[in-house]
């Protein structure tokens, strides 16, 4: 069979099956309550185990994006974060009642996960403006309020959504019970904070491929190229590959995002050169980068 209908299958396999198993079973175990009680816990659990790969999928993990590609990875970040609302969803309306923090804590998360959902898709992804002309005006007149830099701190907002879902869990009396499924569930929560924010406050000081910007003139109105030294510790690269940027110098926020190089590394040290598209607000002033600004990559 073709590797490239295989890997996608495993990864989806993965993630919607097994990676939940261990909880579900330490759950389902533990519990003695009716199938459908038994099933809106599983439905709120399932959804909580996929808020947590989406987090684990936010760091890019190398490992799998050799393994499955960039726009693959994306595709299954995207798709999951919408399986997740659409469990959560069905975990609320199901749902017999509780204690009252128990119920606010879950509804808070709820109408976050809503908001994060539907803003993402509008903002960040090109689900919606590719397919709809009045969405892409609208897209374009709200662009300035809701800059780039602003999308993504509201879409971290979802890390305040698994805090409250965390709490949500633990407040609920049969469960803290539990020991099992809670120093489990602990666990799964402590892995996938803990990757995001060795990657995005340790790893990026530990980085290798580091180097600085030595050119940085427009080809047309509309595109750049930026042309990078890389420090001679940076690892080889090959033409059309990705490389996910953050620029440290003044002007310029430093915030990541993904450019293909559009060079072959035969320089030693090598130089990368990236033409850019200047369409978005953080592209828009890629021509403001000095020469000499550090980046890592």
């Known amino acids: 069979m073709n590797k490239r209908l295989v890997r996608p299958i495993l990864v989806w396999l993965i993630i919607l099956a097994i990676l939940p198993l261990p909880l579900l079973w330490l759950l389902n175990a533990g519990l003695t309550d009716s199938f459908h009680n038994l099933l ?38 995207g798709l ?19 204690q009252r923090w128990v119920v606010l804590t879950g509804w808070l998360a709820l109408y976050l996960a809503i908001g994060g959902v539907f803003y993402a898709a509008f903002f960040l992804s090109g689900w919606l403006v590719d397919y709809s002309p009045r969405a892409t005006k609208l897209k374009k007149r709200l662009q300035r ?34 020991t099992g ?51 001679s510790q940076a690892s080889p690269y090959q033409a059309v590959a990705v490389y996910f940027l953050s620029f440290r110098g003044r002007g310029i926020p430093a915030e990541w995002h993904p450019f293909s190089v559009a060079s072959a590394s035969q320089a030693a040290p090598p130089e990368v050169k990236l033409v850019i598209d200047r369409v978005g607000d953080f ?4 021509g403001q980068v000095p020469p000499g600004c550090p980046v890592v990559l």
């Open 145 to 178: 309020p809701f800059n780039h830099r602003v999308s993504l701190w509201l879409h971290r907002l979802n890390f305040v959504a698994i805090a409250l879902i965390w709490f949500h869990v633990h407040l609920i009396p049969r469960l803290y019970q539990l």
């Open 40 to 77: 809106i816990y599983d439905l709120g659990l399932l959804a909580y185990t996929y808020w947590l790969t989406i987090v684990y999928l936010s760091t890019r993990p190398k490992w799998l994006e050799r393994w499955l590609g960039l726009p693959k990875m994306y595709l299954v970040h």
């Open 181 to 231: 499924f809670i120093i489990l569930f602990d666990c799964y929560t402590l892995v996938a904070v803990a990757a995001y924010c060795w990657q995005h406050f340790v790893a990026t000081d530990l980085a290798k491929n580091k180097g600085r910007v030595i050119g940085n003139r427009p080809l047309s109105p509309r595109v750049q190229e930026v042309t990078v030294k890389l420090s």
């Open 283 to 286: 592209t828009k002033r890629i």
């Open 80 to 98: 999951l974060g919408v399986c997740a609302l659409a469990l959560a969803l069905l975990h609320s309306q199901l749902s017999f009642s509780m």
